[in-house]
């Protein structure tokens, strides 16, 4: 849930925003007539185009980040990006006008704590910088007046709101009734229905049947759009053969890699600081006589193993305790031994064995890097030519026979990889761009990600086509088994439950000696029990919505049919577990939820108070300005 802080978002931290997006090299802004367009109120409180465009702005560029791609204004209109903003900006105005209404401010003091606070408006020694201060309200057109005066509105506005929903707390019997559902645990028994439970054989039906099912079931047997796509493609695996490499580049290669190849024996190392020697003796006796690890040591000392780990160290590295260290001939302790930071223990926990291979070793890994890398580079050379090809009209034919290129076709279809189609349906690059490819478009080049280039071109789109029943009649066959089967075993789950029903509410049969103590006890249900299960507990092979049916069961002993991914179930609750919230693990759970019931209850109350305000002053929209800025955002 957002933060209340969202709903009172600050002028400072939408200007600070369009701030980022200038740096960022971002849209830049525009005034709407020297800003004093508006593109709505609440009572006397104006929402500016200008503070419009830089609240739109901040949203898109925080998206497109969010995102990895460039949004567009179409898009985030789509997604409803204006209305949220708007809605942001008026839930404020409503705030600065009931706050200018009951005459609530800040005085000089606060607002220059406030701006001489803002990271952007220091010096790289950390002091306000009045220059940087200027320059950058200049930048986003804003007066030194204008943007203090919207400083000192927005502190009264979160005066304000922290008045309206600062004190609000969540009911605690709200709080434990939701922790106790959500702690609860459940013993239950579940058992799955398979064809060999059904009391007789499926047998199969006439052609008659079979031919109605599959039109009845016409999605289930229809073959998906298929796109049928010539392209071109050239990759450095089709070239690396035929690229010529100079043995003394090789060496070069193999000279610059050099500490892949060639390193001296290794100890992976931990080193633990003692704040006295005194103190490094004890530790390393306690260490000897078995009745401390190191790992309780270095809790001791209030650091992880991730803190003191030196990873992979040669002799010379360890300086003076390198002797000692690679001395062990397993893993082991040693010290305390002095170093520049003090008396120290170092725990040596794995030998790594020198490397030495040799050039002739290493070349074949090398050459076949280095032709990768130089028919990579190949490529790139020949692109500017087959991109001229294929702007100055050529066929993908004529563009491949021109730049040595390899062409094919391929029947692709949504969803489906080069497993399914060849090897070049294995690039999402390819994958992506035959989804998105009209038969009006021209050819144009795109890239591999492993530095190779294609081309396509769609010749047909053959639409889903109903396959003939002849084609697919053992699929039909094995479908309608299924669905039959599936049928029969819920039938046969409701016969089982009833008979569950049944036993459960019958009278007590007499014993021998005519008494109902006597009487047998009625038998368990039979299947798999589970003891202690949590609502996001798990089954080994069992769909989530057994568990799911087993927290849904109103009465300990009922049984109900769990009808899940195409399989039945039985199942019967057998005891219901209430938490102990005063329990140390069941605090983390019951703080989260009194955390969020009470965000929740303050965004309400905070809403009804905006809407309230803006129900009283009365809200004015200015649909032009409004469609002016979406234009300029374009």
């Known amino acids: 849930m957002k933060n209340l802080r969202t709903h009172g978002k600050s002028s400072i931290v939408w200007v600070l925003m369009g701030l980022m997006v200038l740096g960022l090299g971002g849209f830049g802004v525009t005034s709407f007539s020297g800003g004093s367009s508006a593109v709505g109120k609440v009572g006397e409180t104006e929402i500016t185009a200008d503070q419009y465009v830089r609240s739109l702005r901040s949203e898109l560029n925080n998206l497109s980040q969010q995102s990895g791609q460039h949004v567009t204004m179409t898009q985030a209109q789509a997604m409803g990006l204006p209305q949220a903003v708007q809605g942001q900006l008026f839930a404020a105005a409503a705030l600065a006008e009931e706050a200018r209404r009951i005459g609530l401010s800040v005085g000089d003091e606060r607002i220059a704590q406030t701006i001489t606070a803002v990271p952007a408006f220091r010096s790289p020694s950390g002091s306000f910088d009045r220059a940087a201060y200027a320059d950058l309200l200049r930048r986003e057109r804003l007066t030194e007046g204008d943007f203090e005066r919207e400083v000192r509105q927005d502190e009264a506005r979160m005066i304000l709101q922290r008045a309206v929903a600062g004190g609000i707390v969540a009911p605690e019997p709200m709080v434990t009734r939701t922790a106790g559902w959500i702690l609860e645990t459940r013993d239950f028994t579940w058992r799955e229905l398979t064809a060999a439970d059904?009391?007789?054989?499926?047998?199969?039906?006439?052609?008659?049947?079979?031919?109605?099912?599959?039109?009845?079931?016409?999605?289930?047997?229809?073959?998906?759009?298929?796109?049928?796509?010539?392209?071109?493609?050239?990759?450095?695996?089709?070239?690396?053969?035929?690229?010529?490499?100079?043995?003394?580049?090789?060496?070069?290669?193999?000279?610059?890699?050099?500490?892949?190849?060639?390193?001296?024996?290794?100890?992976?190392?931990?080193?633990?600081?003692?704040?006295?020697?005194?103190?490094?003796?004890?530790?390393?006796?306690?260490?000897?006589?078995?009745?401390?690890?190191?790992?309780?040591?270095?809790?001791?000392?209030?650091?992880?193993?991730?803190d003191i780990d030196l990873g992979e160290v040669t002799l010379d590295q360890l300086g003076a305790a390198g002797e000692a260290v690679f001395a062990l001939d397993g893993p082991g302790v040693v010290g305390p031994i002095d170093t520049p930071l003090g008396p120290a223990l170092f725990s040596m926990n794995a030998i790594l064995d020198p490397r030495n291979i040799s050039f002739e070793q290493a070349e074949p890994d090398l050459r076949g890097?280095?032709?990768?890398?130089?028919?990579?580079?190949?490529?790139?050379?020949?692109?500017?030519?087959?991109?001229?090809?294929?702007?100055?009209?050529?066929?993908?034919?004529?563009?491949?026979?021109?730049?040595?290129?390899?062409?094919?076709?391929?029947?692709?279809?949504?969803?489906?990889?080069?497993?399914?189609?060849?090897?070049?349906?294995?690039?999402?690059?390819?994958?992506?761009?035959?989804?998105?490819?009209?038969?009006?478009?021209?050819?144009?080049?795109?890239?591999?990600?492993?530095?190779?280039?294609?081309?396509?071109?769609?010749?047909?789109?053959?639409?889903?086509?109903?396959?003939?029943?002849?084609?697919?009649?053992?699929?039909?066959?094995?479908?309608?088994?299924?669905?039959?089967?599936?049928?029969?075993?819920?039938?046969?789950?409701?016969?089982?439950?009833?008979?569950?029903?049944?036993?459960?509410?019958?009278?007590?049969?007499?014993?021998?000696?005519?008494?109902?103590?006597?009487?047998?006890?009625?038998?368990?249900?039979?299947?798999?029990?589970?003891?202690?299960?949590?609502?996001?507990?798990?089954?080994?092979?069992?769909?989530?919505?057994?568990?799911?049916?087993?927290?849904?069961?109103?009465?300990?002993?009922?049984?109900?049919?769990?009808?899940?991914?195409?399989?039945?179930?039985?199942?019967?609750?057998?005891?219901?577990?209430?938490?102990?919230?005063?329990?140390?693990?069941?605090?983390?759970?019951?703080?989260?939820?009194?955390?969020?019931a009470q965000r929740s209850l303050q965004q309400d109350v905070f809403d009804y108070f905006t809407r309230a305000v803006q129900t009283q002053a009365g809200v004015t929209l200015n649909q032009n300005v409004i469609n002016s800025v979406h234009t300029q955002v374009q």
């Open 198 to 306: 059904l009391p007789h054989a499926i047998e199969d039906p006439d052609q008659a049947t079979l031919q109605s099912w599959h039109q009845a079931n016409t999605a289930r047997f229809t073959a998906p759009e298929i796109r049928k796509i010539s392209y071109i493609w050239l990759t450095p695996d089709m070239l690396a053969e035929t690229v010529e490499l100079d043995e003394a580049a090789l060496r070069d290669l193999y000279q610059s890699r050099i500490s892949d190849f060639q390193q001296p024996e290794r100890r992976m190392v931990e080193r633990l600081v003692m704040p006295s020697a005194e103190a490094a003796s004890g530790a390393k006796a306690l260490l000897d006589s078995g009745d401390l690890t190191f790992a309780q040591l270095v809790a001791q000392r209030g650091l992880t193993l991730d």
């Open 369 to 596: 890097e280095a032709a990768a890398d130089r028919a990579r580079r190949v490529i790139a050379d020949r692109s500017a030519a087959i991109e001229d090809s294929l702007a100055s009209g050529a066929s993908l034919e004529d563009a491949a026979q021109e730049n040595e290129m390899q062409s094919g076709q391929i029947d692709w279809t949504e969803g489906f990889t080069g497993d399914d189609h060849g090897t070049i349906a294995n690039y999402p690059a390819f994958r992506e761009q035959a989804g998105q490819v009209a038969a009006d478009d021209f050819p144009q080049l795109f890239e591999l990600d492993d530095g190779g280039v294609f081309a396509l071109r769609l010749d047909q789109v053959v639409p889903p086509t109903l396959r003939p029943y002849d084609e697919v009649a053992d699929e039909v066959l094995a479908d309608w088994r299924q669905a039959e089967i599936h049928r029969l075993l819920l039938e046969q789950a409701d016969e089982d439950r009833l008979a569950a029903v049944a036993a459960k509410t019958a009278p007590p049969a007499n014993g021998l000696n005519g008494n109902a103590e006597d009487a047998a006890p009625p038998a368990p249900p039979t299947g798999t029990t589970q003891q202690n299960m949590g609502r996001d507990g798990w089954i080994d092979g069992v769909p989530p919505d057994v568990i799911a049916r087993a927290f849904r069961i109103a009465q300990i002993g009922d049984t109900e049919i769990a009808d899940a991914q195409g399989r039945v179930f039985l199942v019967t609750l057998d005891a219901v577990h209430a938490p102990d919230l005063s329990a140390e693990q069941a605090g983390p759970v019951v703080d989260a939820v009194r955390m969020q």
